[in-house]
């Protein structure tokens, strides 16, 4: 399951939306072996596309490196879908490479709501997890 407090969450989407009709892309740090999702970092899509994807090779180096500085590690990988459902597509499944991480989608195809969903993704296999939104209006 994924604890995530709302603020983080509308960060998240808040991405989404200002990204589209490009995916956006980023993630959620928090301290190392915790599953605590506490510090966003939005990230560029280099691909600047609308069906695709990826970060930046030099800011994904300086975010990881920052990261280890900090002992903080990737808790939330996420992306937007524009034009499909919050699913890993076989390109994200394929560009998987942390299976502690939540694989968070975000569609953005319906201009009124934004469908928010959490994946893990170990070698290939894709497993929908619950996904409880805690604080502000979030319950708890």
């Not at 989407?13 to 966003?40: I, K, M, T």
């Not at 590690?73 to 942390?98: C, G, K, L, M, N």
Request: aromatic share 10%.
């Amino acid at each position: 399951m994924l604890r995530i407090d709302r603020s983080i969450h509308d960060q998240i989407v808040a991405h989404a939306r200002r990204d589209h009709p490009d995916e956006a892309c980023g993630v959620v740090a928090g301290p190392e072996g915790s599953d605590r999702p506490e510090r966003v970092i939005e990230m560029l899509n280099a691909a600047r596309s609308p069906t695709f994807y990826e970060f930046d090779s030099t800011e994904y180096k300086k975010v990881y490196d920052e990261l280890w500085d900090l002992d903080e590690e990737f808790v939330v990988i996420y992306h937007s879908h524009t034009a499909t459902e919050a699913y890993p597509s076989r390109t994200d499944i394929t560009y998987a490479q942390w299976p502690q991480a939540h694989y968070v989608l975000v569609s953005t195809r319906e201009a009124d709501t934004a469908e928010f969903r959490s994946f893990r993704i170990i070698d290939g296999e894709v497993t929908e997890e619950p996904v409880e939104i805690v604080g502000a209006d979030g319950g708890r």
